[in-house]
């Protein structure tokens, strides 16, 4: 029952992430190869990095290589779909947003599974949740969304958090999963919604040598 809960929730964000590449592919007007090369690298990007840091060899895509089919008709259907929806960049960021959030929870229940421990287990739920965009929009000519000033890395982090420390507290796996992707969706979403962002770094101006010498002078250091 927890290892069928786990794999829906994984194919599901397999699909997502990869009508996400697609739906990049489109706005970029690339042919059918660059719609499946986009939604692959999506789908399977930050699976593919968890495995390989974790050393779960071969990675999962390898082992399944349904994974990869999968993606294929997807960039397939949306190939001849993407032109209907009025607005495909909105959908493409509510869709990476539930993306993110399934992936959040996914990276960090495998992580778990591999005896890594709680920190290492968070960090992979961040990895998987935010590589595949970053590759997407890197190869699509896009701005990365994890670069946005809208919350993204972080409702990626307070997912896989939530989730590792529910598996800590011997919550039951379903459970766990839905209340870490509810909080990383949820913030997330708030955040689009709203135009959250965290405090954003603001460069100071320099002392003038004025300032200095007085600051030297009240120190009682020496010039040179």
């Not at 071969?58 to 960039?75: E, H």
């Not at 929009?137 to 982090?157: C, F, H, K, N, Q």
């Amino acid at each position: 029952m927890i290892a069928t809960f786990a794999a829906i929730l994984d194919w599901a964000g397999l699909v997502v992430f990869a009508v996400t590449g697609a739906l990049v592919a489109s706005r970029k007007q690339m042919d059918i190869v660059g719609f499946a090369l986009l939604a692959t690298v999506t789908g399977i990007g930050g699976g593919t990095l968890r495995d390989l840091v974790l050393g779960l060899a071969p990675v999962f895509w390898v082992r399944q290589p349904a994974y990869l089919l999968v993606c294929v008709g997807v960039a397939a259907a949306v190939f001849f779909t993407a032109h209907l929806p009025q607005s495909r960049y909105r959908i493409l960021l509510w869709l990476d947003a539930v993306g993110m959030a399934v992936f959040a929870v996914t990276g960090a229940e495998i992580a778990l599974a591999a005896r890594a421990g709680p920190v290492i287990a968070v960090a992979m739920g961040v990895a998987t949740a935010t590589f595949g965009g970053i590759i997407r929009d890197v190869l699509g000519g896009e701005v990365p969304v994890i670069l946005s000033r809208e919350i993204y890395a972080t409702a990626a982090l307070c997912g896989a958090s939530l989730y590792v420390v529910c598996d800590a507290l011997g919550t039951a796996p379903p459970v766990a999963a839905v209340l870490g992707f509810a909080v990383a969706f949820l913030l997330r979403a708030a955040a689009m919604a709203r135009g959250w962002s965290l405090p954003r770094y603001r460069p100071r101006r320099g002392r003038t040598p004025e300032e200095v010498e007085t600051l030297r002078r009240r120190s009682g250091a020496t010039l040179p």
